[in-house]
């Protein structure tokens, strides 16, 4: 049987049938405009206290590198058990696969067309606020712990933050000073340091906390660098150097893994586990000082990584297949209803900062894209038409492509998906389309673009809405991307720059 997911109506029909579909995706859409937007929305808190809300961001984890979601293997026990006492979110999804404009989607509730940081080095436009603006505006002290520059403060992400702890400590080149990143254990002794100095501080917190190090490289301290591949004997040890040499095995091979190449796989996992080690290490901290009760733990990621599946090995940013764009969404705390539950309505993670605030009983400014999934965490809806919402996400990589389009990432990868089906277009790469029936390939293996049993009317109904919202960009021209000789150099250190 097949199943028509826009109905039978078809796109381009006429110009007035456009619009009316036009208008119709956008109010299903992750990204929509819903009426009831247009009016600062407020919802209370079960309880008269306030409570703490601490947002977990792992760099670089993609979902299926996650025990909850079905990895096989002991990869994630500290966040699996956070997991038996919340919600899991079986298909949620980052609407671009780089970290500063996923992060800045993420804490504005936007598509980044609409807040117009398009990727890495891109600033955040004056004046623009995030959640935690508005967090501190309700009353919160509101604090980040950041691992990486492509997060750091000269981009805009410290605003509205009370404290941006930014210490980065590890160069990834031969300039000593030129200092990038720093370890998970770093990440959660100052987040840790920051809890035990706050005893006494009426105020509950929002605090978001970033690890960084599934991101290249892959160089997790022992015993994870060799926990997952115990028996390799080789000198990969998971440099820039060597993911580029494992790239080039890649593509000569097709894509088939050797000693090396999985031994680089394995390398990932071990940086996966070292960051749930220390995601243990923390939520102990808040249960030892006596928070946890009052205290909502989200666990979520940026944007997943491609190790072999596809033709951007080891890297994220270029395509939008599910390795990349499909990430984990854990959340345990008060109000979070039948522990263990899986929520198979789709979601974006542009939904967190609408959920957050709802959750926290603070009003919802004008403008945020996403929909609130509170309702979902309550157990008082099960998704209804909700599961029939159109989810999109956009490329950000390669740069060459930017220039001469108004909005950079125009002729980047781009992507719908709707239930279990998703069409991806990829215009720099010869105006490729591709289709995936997500229910039978979850691996995104098999295009069946010109031959699928869904019917054409709904494959050609899903390639013109996804063309419909390409179309859209900031009401002026999208800020500069970074031109500063300083910033470039850092971002060419991380693998960010063509």
Known sequence: MTVSILGPLRFGASAVLGAVLAASLAASACGGGRGDRDAPRTASHPSDAKPNVLLIVVDTLRADHVGAYGFRGDITPSVDALARRGVRFERYTTVVPTTLASFTSMLTGKHPHTHGVFRNGVRWPGGMEGIQAVFGRGGYETAAFIAGYCLSSEFGVSSGFERFDEKLTVA?????????????????????????????????????????DPHAPYQPPPPYDSMFDPAYRGGVTGSMGDIDLGRRALARSGGVLDDDTRHLAALYAGEVRYVDDEIG???????????????????????????????????????VYDTEIRIPLIVAGPGVEEAGRAVAR?????????????????????????????????????????????????????????????WPNRLKARCILRGPWKVIHTPWRGDRWELYD???????????WGGSALPRATV????????????????????EGPQDEEILKRLRALGYVD
């Open 172 to 212: 990834f080149d031969a300039d000593p000073n030129n200092r990038l990143v720093r370890p998970a254990g770093e990440v959660t002794a100052s987040f840790v340091s920051w809890l035990g100095g706050r005893q006494g501080d009426g105020r509950p917190f929002f605090a978001m906390v970033h690890y960084f």
């Open 281 to 319: 290490k923390l939520l102990a901290a808040v249960e030892r000082a006596g928070i946890a009760k009052d205290t909502l733990v989200v666990f979520t990621a940026d944007h997943g990584e491609t190790l072999h599946e596809h033709d951007d090995f080891f890297n994220h940013g270029p395509s």
């Open 346 to 406: 789709p979601a974006c993670n542009i939904d967190l900062a609408p959920t957050l605030l709802e959750y926290a009983g603070l009003t919802i400014p004008e403008g945020i894209e996403g929909h609130s999934f509170l309702a979902e965490i309550r157990r008082k809806d099960p998704g209804g038409a909700s599961a029939e919402r159109s989810l999109f996400a956009e490329a950000t990589k390669p740069q060459a492509v930017e220039r001469g389009q108004r």
């Open 460 to 479: 050609d109904g899903m390639a013109e809405a996804l063309t419909w919202w390409s179309k859209t960009e900031p009401g002026g021209r999208p800020p």
């Open 438 to 448: 997500l229910a039978s390939d979850p691996v995104e293996q098999r295009n069946l």
